[in-house]
């Protein structure tokens, strides 16, 4: 990727502020336990794409156990007799409903074969429904997909149920198909719970209805949902319902159910709700299931889980903000769009670790931002390798990274806004969000790319390349030295902590401090041992590399003595040209070279730029020459040194 930012032989007045005002941000306290259980067999509902579910279910949150029917509504995309869903093998069938009959199945490595006894054509569409009871599987403290605990509040002993399916765990408390390639249309949610109890879950609250001391709450979503977004948390409840309202006049309707225990909710409640709203809404598209509502429901365990229009979370206070924040993030990137594979988790989590930095930045402030941005660097570099693409979907510690699927991946799109600017950056955010064939879908890293290309006319081909499916940072090493005219030089050589990516093509940025006062410069790095020379009116006392904290990499800065005569380079750009090339040159003093000379394919000269110095950049209008092939040579005659090649392209 070519983002032509180069400054060279400039005159720079410092001033008290800094002239890049650039305060992005980052946090993400998701603290996940997943269940180890392997992803579903692809073969499984190949055939058909389910679009209505009902669930019924029994539950007694001191027990952890589930009983159930679930009833699905399907298309049938290819003919076929045996139907087959997800379920594991340690949940027992009760029977199998189809057409008012009992049909047989079988069971092999946690999948159902429904025999229908009739085949079903292409186009057609049918239901069936399966009664199952069973204690859901589970590893250890907290890891698994259907869980109880209890805690203590005022000498009672309090049960909490909650369900966590992401990524391979529905099929762990209830039949399904788990794989991401469908979302169900609609779904009608029934828990049957104790009176004492209630339930929240996805969508509306349709009815709650208490009946011989049993509860009945039915919730509704119309929205079209992922499996493993469907999820729900019982126990005994503080309620808190309300509307917010947002800058576009518009309410969003709020349901908050918070355990007994949590006092948080009224001492210290999280106060940037509707704050929050406003500003995703704003940077992206407004709350894509504003019909229904959002909700937040608390259970006993860490962090979060963004369950579709009700996030699980261990807490809705403002000490809670980064999980709550992060939650409702998902709610565009990863619910309304959620990745079409575990290996793009980056297209979740990455997305919702950069809603972090941007709560930080607008809602919040700027110490907070820097806390975390310095502490999810260290992360980062901590380790010399790992990439955001995920190569191993079915280790699932490997797709919740934290070092790398959130921390990095959200530092990604940090380094691509930093690149692209806010305009383009956010233009493109929205495009991608917004693209018809995405909404309520699935997408690829491929698609994302695509939007943001098109928005920005540039390529990101190099930048994906290294960043996403790379390993590894750069290390960069920063050498300056000031001449008595004050012309500092600036030699900027970079490593790759992993050979899987040659070289880091970014735009960096440098803050130079004197007398009190500071400027930031962008420099393009687009090779190693880069020279670059900037005129100051003042003598320099400090450098700094990267202040704002931009970029995921290492550095070392030195002052010190800069040996020019080690190198030498010429680099032209943008290559095709069309109005205006830029030639970047570092010549040995023995040279004596004053001019370069631009040829076109025939060899002949068709343009002449004077040079008066060893090293500099040259801003040439091109404007005037033809489409084709040139060769830019320094000198005239035939000693001339040859550069490059470089195409104009009009």
């Avoid at 109890?197 to 609250?205: E, R």
């Avoid at 404007?623 to 040859?642: D, P, R």
């Amino acid at each position: 990727m070519k983002i032509f930012i180069i400054f060279a032989l400039l005159t720079v007045s410092l001033t008290g502020k800094s002239q890049i005002l650039d305060e992005n941000n980052l946090g993400c306290t998701k603290s996940l336990y997943y269940n180890y259980n392997l992803q579903s067999n692809k073969n499984v509902g190949k055939n058909y794409n389910i679009f209505y579910l009902r669930a019924f279910w029994d539950i007694n949150p001191n027990y952890n156990f589930i009983k159930g029917s679930i009833t699905y509504y399907f298309y049938v995309n290819e003919a076929f007799s045996v139907i087959n869903f997800d379920l594991h093998d340690t949940l027992n069938v009760d029977s199998i409903i189809y057409h008012n009959s009992t049909v047989l199945y079988l069971r092999n490595n946690n999948i159902i074969d429904i025999d229908l006894n009739t085949s079903l054509n292409t186009g057609a569409t049918d239901s069936i429904t399966l009664y199952y009871n069973g204690t859901p599987t589970k590893i250890d403290a907290y890891r698994g997909t259907f869980w109880t605990k209890k805690y203590e509040y005022n000498g009672d002993s309090i049960p909490c149920m909650w369900t966590l399916s992401e990524p391979y765990g529905a099929k762990d408390w209830f039949p399904c198909k788990q794989e991401l390639n469908e979302k169900i249309d609609s779904c009608d949610l029934f828990f049957q719970t104790a009176a004492k109890y209630k339930t929240a879950a996805n969508g509306l609250l349709i009815s709650e209805d208490t009946l011989n001391a049993k509860r009945i709450s039915h919730w509704k979503t119309t929205y079209p949902t992922s499996t493993y977004l469907i999820g729900f948390v019982t126990s005994e409840f503080n309620e808190n319902h309300r509307y917010i309202h947002l800058l576009n006049n518009d309410s969003i309707y709020i349901m908050e159910y918070s355990l007994k225990n949590n006092t948080s909710i009224v001492t210290n409640p999280y106060t940037k709700l509707a704050d929050l709203f406003n500003l995703y809404d704003t940077l992206f598209m407004e709350y894509p299931f504003k019909n229904e509502k959002y909700g937040h429901m608390q259970w006993f365990r860490p962090g979060g889980m963004e369950h579709q229009t009700m996030s699980s979370m261990d807490g809705f206070s403002n000490n809670n903000h980064l999980t709550i924040e992060h939650e409702l993030s998902h709610q565009w990137f990863g619910n309304y769009v959620t990745c079409g594979s575990w290996s793009d988790i980056w297209l979740n989590e990455g997305f919702a670790t950069f809603c972090n930095f941007l709560s930080l930045e607008y809602l919040w402030n700027e110490t907070y931002l820097n806390n975390l941005l310095k502490s999810y660097l260290e992360q980062i570099v901590s380790s010399p390798d790992g990439s955001v693409y995920v190569t191993d979907t079915l280790n699932v510690k490997r797709v919740f990274d934290g070092r790398l699927s959130y921390a990095k991946g959200g530092y990604l799109l940090r380094m691509l806004r930093w690149e692209l600017g806010d305009t383009k950056f956010f233009n493109g955010m929205r495009a991608y969000i917004s693209t018809p064939k995405l909404k309520n879908n699935f997408a690829r890293v491929t698609d994302f790319v695509e939007a943001m290309e098109q928005i920005c006319d540039t390529s990101l081909t190099e930048f994906f390349n290294d960043w996403y499916y790379g390993e590894g940072h750069p290390i960069y090493n920063i050498e300056y030295q000031q001449n008595d005219d004050k012309y500092l030089n600036i030699l900027v050589s970079q490593n790759s902590s992993n050979q899987s990516v040659s070289f880091f093509e970014m735009t960096i940025p440098i803050q130079f401090w004197s007398n009190g006062n500071d400027t930031i410069i962008k420099f393009h790095n687009n090779t190693n041992n880069q020279l670059y020379g900037v005129q100051f009116n003042s003598i320099i006392d400090s450098v700094i590399f990267d202040p704002k904290l931009q970029l995921v990499s290492q550095n070392v800065v030195t002052q010190g003595f800069v040996d020019i005569e080690k190198i030498k380079k010429i680099n032209v750009y943008p290559n095709p040209a069309k109005n205006k090339l830029f030639i970047e040159y570092i010549l040995p003093t023995n040279i004596g070279i004053n001019i370069i000379g631009i040829y076109n394919i025939n060899g002949k000269l068709v343009k002449t730029i004077e040079i008066q110095n060893q090293f500099g950049t040259k801003e040439i209008d091109v404007s005037g020459l033809q489409s084709g092939s040139y060769i830019v040579k320094f000198g005239v005659n035939e000693t001339a040194t040859v550069s490059k090649k470089f195409i104009i392209d009009k």
